[in-house]
């Protein structure tokens, strides 16, 4: 079923412009890396899907509306390079990501009206969150806050847990200023009281010249203590090295309510016209002393405007009884708080 729709919606998107006045565009990545590692005494050979970027296919379009107005769509599947398989694919019970493994945009999904005071959309978006990114190794997989932040249950993340169903969103950038806003309702679909499973959140990122700051708030609502957090984080360009880092503080994590706070720092150094090397550290502080840091050197050249070549390490030492962190392998009772290591070399291209 869920071939036959992909399909459809290939034929039709791909025929829109010769009935419509839009434009509809198909996008994507491709990203696949060998990856050789360890996690505790679980090792790791074998194809790594999506370390810079999610491997992914998109349609995305619009349409003059005349008046200084334009209609928007964003249709957005990942897929897993090394099996083919559609991603993310989880439980429907894992909160923000409710839904995820039958559906057939999984990445996105969203449909708006945009002009000069920004663009208000509807579907599944990506919270704001999402785009908190003052990581010098660009919220990769091998990435210690894309790591930490996942590994500890926060929504601000590069990750699947910063995308909402039924949301409603807003982006707006003006002078530098860039503002972003989102309400989701019925977020965690499984829920037994649909007035405790909602979420929203808010950010502000300005840039002007080689200066980044931002900060971000969101809150999911829970039956229990809400899942609160905050973050703040800046960057910036000296020539020579770019400097970035970040402090996030969440409250009610999970299903225990606990709270935690992680912080990551880096820096990236050009290497010639078309490579840079970028190294972060980052820990993550939890309560009853639980915690994890990772630390990870990379390199990437780009071969192409479209094609980038990378080789990357990651280490992950994880506190005992805290939550498997690792990127190898996937935890078991027996392994909780074993450290991870992970060595990957691959190529993104985008198209």
């Known amino acids: 079923?869920?071939?036959?729709?992909?399909?459809?919606?290939?034929?039709?998107?791909?025929?829109?412009?010769?009935?419509?006045?839009?434009?509809?565009?198909?996008?994507?990545?491709?990203?696949?890396?060998?990856?050789?590692?360890?996690?505790?005494?679980?090792?790791?050979?074998?194809?790594?899907?999506?370390?810079?970027?999610?491997?992914?296919?998109g349609f995305?379009?619009?349409?003059?509306?005349?008046?200084?107005?334009?209609?928007?769509?964003?249709?957005?599947?990942?897929?897993d390079i090394g099996n083919g398989v559609a991603s993310p694919s989880v439980s429907a019970t894992e909160g923000t990501n409710a839904g995820d493994r039958d559906s057939v945009f999984s990445r996105q999904a969203y449909v708006g009206v945009g002009g000069a005071f920004g663009t208000v959309s509807l579907g599944r978006q990506y919270a704001p969150g999402y785009f908190f990114n003052y990581d010098a190794v660009l919220g990769a997989l091998v990435s210690p806050q894309s790591i930490l932040s996942n590994g500890a249950g926060m929504t601000i993340t590069p990750n699947s847990a910063a995308r909402w169903n039924n949301s409603l969103a807003y982006t707006g950038s003006f002078s530098g200023?860039?503002?972003?806003?989102?309400?989701?309702?019925?977020?965690?679909?499984?829920?037994?009281?649909?007035?405790?499973?909602?979420?929203?959140?808010?950010?502000?990122?300005?840039?002007?010249?080689?200066?980044?700051?931002?900060a971000v708030y969101q809150v999911v609502q829970k039956t229990t203590d809400d899942q609160k957090e905050w973050g703040?984080?800046?960057?910036?360009?000296?020539?020579?090295?770019?400097?970035?880092?970040?402090?996030?503080?969440?409250?009610g994590l999970g299903t225990t309510n606990i709270d935690g706070d992680l912080w990551q720092v880096g820096v990236i150094v050009p290497v010639g016209a078309a490579g840079n090397v970028h190294v972060g550290y980052g820990e993550v502080d939890l309560d009853n002393n639980r915690g994890a840091e990772s630390w990870t050197v990379a390199y990437t050249h780009a071969l192409s405007k479209r094609t980038t070549a990378y080789v990357g390490y990651n280490s992950t030492e994880n506190?005992?009884?805290?939550?498997?962190?690792?990127?190898?392998?996937?935890?078991?009772?027996?392994?909780?708080?074993?450290?991870?290591?992970?060595?990957?070399?691959?190529i993104r291209h985008t198209f």
């Open 177 to 214: 200023l860039t503002v972003r806003g989102i309400y989701s309702a019925n977020t965690v679909e499984t829920s037994m009281n649909p007035e405790d499973d909602d979420a929203y959140g808010l950010s502000l990122d300005y840039s002007n010249g080689p200066l980044k700051v931002g």
């Open 60 to 79: 995305r379009g619009t349409e003059d509306l005349g008046n200084g107005l334009k209609a928007v769509f964003v249709l957005e599947q990942g897929f």
């Open 232 to 251: 703040l984080g800046a960057s910036y360009d000296f020539g020579f090295l770019t400097v970035a880092g970040s402090y996030q503080d969440a409250e």
């Open 319 to 346: 506190e005992s009884a805290t939550k498997a962190y690792g990127l190898v392998a996937a935890p078991t009772v027996g392994n909780l708080g074993q450290d991870s290591d992970l060595f990957v070399a691959g």
């Open 1 to 57: 079923m869920q071939k036959k729709l992909i399909a459809l919606a290939v034929a039709g998107l791909v025929s829109a412009p010769a009935f419509a006045q839009s434009n509809v565009t198909i996008y994507g990545v491709a990203d696949a890396a060998i990856g050789i590692g360890e996690h505790g005494d679980n090792d790791f050979q074998g194809v790594v899907n999506g370390v810079l970027s999610g491997s992914r296919i």
